[in-house]
């Protein structure tokens, strides 16, 4: 089915719009996966924040002219399928996670922050742990050294504490003996 003028011009601002707000944009190619596995790929992306689109090349390489993604227009041949995110490295994880169990879908590159990313890139770029992660493990990190002064200190509080305490009830345990 072949698009009308207004068609494509729509198709291209919808996936410049896309571009604009996105940080990564994975490629990969898509041939012989059935049905089933894109629709299960589709709403895993779709609950991730990831937008993935099939689209004419040629329209693919003209929404991102001009952006970030300009760098990957010469690997946009074949059939390929396009996934935007917003989030640094959510397009990255779910078409790298879908890759390691279906291996029709063939991570071809991307682009992060104005460069272009090979295979192996994608690859490392999906490997970095989410936002929520890293912050979660900074706060550890900023709270460790604080609970290590609080264990030694509860330690000696305890050790000081523990040693009065003997010696205040070996007192009336002595006095009632006399």
């Known amino acids: 089915m072949s698009l009308n003028r207004s068609e494509k011009q729509a198709v291209i601002e919808e996936v410049t719009g896309l571009a604009?707000?996105?940080?990564?944009?994975?490629?990969?190619?898509y041939r012989g996966i059935t049905?089933?596995?894109m629709t299960k790929l589709r709403?895993?992306?779709?609950?991730?924040?990831?937008?993935?689109?099939?689209?004419?090349?040629?329209?693919?390489?003209r929404a991102v002219a001009g952006s970030q993604f300009e760098v990957v227009g010469d690997q946009m041949t074949g059939?390929?399928?396009?996934?935007?995110?917003?989030?640094?490295?959510?397009?990255?994880?779910?078409?790298a996670d879908f890759a390691k169990t279906n291996d029709k879908l063939v991570i071809r590159g991307g682009a992060f922050a104005?460069?272009?990313?090979?295979?192996n890139g994608v690859k490392q770029l999906a490997n970095i742990p989410s936002k929520e992660v890293l912050l979660a493990?900074?706060?550890?990190?900023?709270?460790?050294?604080?609970?290590?002064?609080?264990?030694?200190?509860?330690?000696?509080?305890?050790?000081?504490?523990g040693g009065a305490e003997a010696t205040a009830d070996a007192a009336p345990a002595e006095a009632a003996a006399a």
């Open 20 to 29: 604009a707000k996105a940080q990564t944009l994975v490629i990969a190619e």
């Open 35 to 37: 049905v089933a596995d």
């Open 43 to 61: 709403n895993d992306a779709r609950s991730k924040g990831v937008n993935l689109s099939v689209l004419k090349n040629t329209l693919a390489r």
């Open 79 to 95: 059939p390929l399928i396009y996934g935007f995110s917003v989030d640094a490295v959510a397009a990255a994880k779910v078409v």
């Open 114 to 119: 104005g460069k272009a990313l090979d295979v």
């Open 137 to 161: 493990q900074l706060c550890g990190l900023l709270m460790s050294p604080i609970s290590r002064t609080a264990v030694v200190l509860g330690a000696l509080a305890a050790k000081k504490g």
